[in-house]
């Protein structure tokens, strides 16, 4: 293969290649321009294609680092000191380069309950921002909210959480075209209709803050929602009504089979237990790890805006957990990629193949982005994060650009 006029060759060789069956020590990595153009299992392999194209690639040797795909965070709020609901377009770029760094190549920005003029602002600085250079892949907006339930709203303003109204989410929904998922509650009084306007627009409705019972959970799978926002998190489980036992979104989660769930697996979240238990269930082929990010993502502890800096609550970090300022509920995480996949399989005992399955071809499938995104297998994306065997972050791609640079190779 020769490379088209223009465009370079960077082979990233020495390292061990992560699959979701597989780690091939040895193999390697053949980017062109912007995509995988080759993929080498081993060094034997590796080696023939340099005797055969010699001084034709820049060659980075990973020295037996991890080679990954970039990780797909489906969730994410902000970092780096800024949030998505800052209303101003560097504040988008600064949180998404913040989280790019440590190798979230594909990011979905997401928003939370808010005003009609927050939300607003936050969609008018995302569509400025989306074509900023050296950010991570923007797949689209999440908007979290606002049509949630009271009983289920964790940490969400409660003066901004209400029922679906028809003429705003459609005006909404008209003024940006940029929303690929939204995440509301389907039990609310007209839920599914709202979804059904979504997937007209080809947008993922998820369930999420939800107090729905089994069977309006089932319903709601039914209508399309194919997603489970933070499991666990805000959402109900088996109650007793009357005397009987009444399931709810976590079980209706465990037994739809073709159900996608969001795990925040920052070690904080959920213990390795649950982390375990959802393997166990739903398998890596339907669990998507997610940061659930907020601005303080990389930071000291201290107190940050959840949300907007001008309107947001408070929220207090201590000792690497973000809280609401009266200590009774997280307020989302301060995590960042490589920590999730650390927790993953040091702490819960997954396979780092599974785990990073579940950080890479999982949720860009649930998002309908695998064609692009997700593995190691020309004609994708290049994006490729090396770790090292402690899951330090060392090299980020993204389509081909080094976002950070590792090995200490000059790249022609």
């Known amino acids: 293969m020769r490379p088209r006029a223009g465009e370079r060759r960077l082979l990233i060789r020495g390292g061990v290649l992560v699959t979701p069956r597989l780690l091939q020590p040895g193999g390697a990595v053949l980017v062109e321009g912007s995509r995988i153009s080759a993929v080498f299992p081993d060094e ?52 998404a380069r913040s989280h790019l760094a440590h190798g979230t190549t594909s990011i979905l920005p997401t928003t939370l309950a808010s005003s009609r003029a927050a939300l607003d602002a936050g969609l008018a600085a995302f569509g400025k921002a989306k074509g900023e250079t050296d950010c991570p892949d923007f797949l689209g907006l999440h908007l979290e909210g606002p049509y949630f339930s009271q009983a289920q709203r964790g940490a969400q303003d409660p003066a901004h959480i209400r029922n679906p109204d028809p003429s705003e989410y459609r005006s909404i929904l008209d003024a940006s075209g940029d929303i690929a998922r939204w995440t509301l509650a389907p039990e609310l009084p007209g839920a599914l209709d709202m979804a059904a306007e979504l997937l007209r627009r ?78 166990k269930i739903k398998g890596p082929a339907r669990c998507c790890l997610v940061t659930d990010a907020m601005r303080a993502a990389g930071l000291p502890d201290g107190s940050y805006p959840l949300g907007s800096r001008d309107s ?40 780092l193949t599974e785990a990073a399955e579940m950080w890479t071809a999982t949720p860009a499938r649930a998002i309908g982005a695998d064609r692009r995104k997700g593995s190691l297998a020309p004609g994708k994306d290049a ?21 950070r640079p590792a090995y200490g190779a000059a790249v022609p």
């Open 312 to 351: 947001g609550q408070t929220a207090v970090v201590r000792d690497g957990v973000a809280w609401m300022s009266d200590g009774q509920a997280f307020a989302g995480s301060v995590a960042t990629a490589e920590r999730l996949l650390a927790v993953m399989v040091r702490d819960a005992g997954i396979p």
């Open 202 to 279: 080809g947008i993922l409705p998820s369930i999420g803050h939800s107090d729905a019972t089994f069977e309006e959970a089932c319903r709601a799978f039914d209508a399309g929602f194919t997603l489970v926002t933070h499991l666990y998190s805000a959402m109900s489980t088996v109650k007793r009504v009357g005397g009987y036992r009444v399931p709810g979104v976590l079980e209706a989660a465990w037994l739809l089979d073709g159900m996608y769930v969001e795990l925040i697996a920052d070690g904080r979240h959920l213990p390795p237990s649950l982390l375990r238990l959802a393997r």
């Open 44 to 95: 034997r392999e590796t080696r023939a294609w340099l005797g055969a194209n010699p001084e034709t690639a820049g060659v980075l040797d990973a020295g037996g680092d991890y080679v990954l795909p970039g990780f797909v965070d489906l969730h994410c709020h902000g970092g780096g000191g800024a949030d998505f609901m800052d209303g101003d377009p560097e504040s988008v770029v600064r949180a």
């Open 383 to 403: 994006d490729i994060v090396t770790l090292s065997p402690d899951f330090e972050t060392r090299l980020v791609l993204s389509r081909g650009r080094i976002a």
